[in-house]
């Protein structure tokens, strides 16, 4: 007979705790769900873990504050909370580990054509092309797609009904956003000399 998800065997509230001990056990918990996790953690899969009256927002606080100087920190990205090397370390990773296969190999077109359907979402492929001048290939659009970037959004009610293209939660993951508010607007872009001032 298979458990129930929503009620493991799990003492959420821990009453023969005292009061600091019960805290610290609610954080380790937390730590222990993100690290496991390879996606952002929703507040209520968190809330599973511990007591009734604990806030996951004030033990989420606590648990930051107590990993700080440390390789790694907790990101609050795509709804959510999860464990990721601190940008810092980032040469570290790249001369020891093999991260071929994230974003590191993308060419600079790739992400521009990335951030076309960020800030145009949804957006067709012949939108895409109204912004670049060109034909953007079905392969770039696979490529973005495998790395689960982007996904297909509603069908575009012009003659056809061609797909569009939205970006989705791994977008945000990969580039360290809440949510697509996060994106920089145009002034920043041009100070960043991402994008021309015309």
């Known amino acids: 007979m298979a458990k129930d998800r929503s009620e493991p065997d799990l003492d959420r509230e821990l009453p023969d705790l005292p009061p600091e001990l019960r805290w610290r056990e609610w954080m380790r918990r937390i730590e222990a769900v993100l690290f496991a996790s390879a996606s952002p953690v929703p507040r209520e899969d968190l809330a ?6 604990a806030s996951v927002d004030l033990l989420v606080e606590d648990l930051i504050a ?7 920190e907790v990101a609050q990205v795509a709804g959510g909370w999860l464990f990721r090397t601190r940008a810092t370390y980032a040469p570290a990773i790249r001369a020891a580990a093999d991260v071929k296969d994230q974003l590191l190999d993308l060419s600079e077109f790739d992400v521009a054509v990335l951030a076309a359907i960020a800030y145009h979402q949804p957006i067709t492929r012949d939108g895409l092309k109204d912004i670049f001048g060109k034909e953007i290939s079905l392969d770039l659009i696979g490529r973005l797609h495998a790395r689960d970037l982007i996904g297909t ?3 575009s009610p012009r003659r056809g009904a061609p797909y569009t293209f939205v970006t989705t939660d791994q977008f945000l993951v990969a580039f360290g956003m809440e949510s697509l508010i996060d994106l920089p607007d145009r002034e920043q872009l041009v100070d960043a000399g991402v994008v021309g001032s015309s």
């Open 48 to 53: 599973r873990v511990v007591g009734q009256g």
């Open 66 to 72: 107590d990993l700080e100087g440390r390789a790694f």
């Open 153 to 155: 959004g509603p069908r």
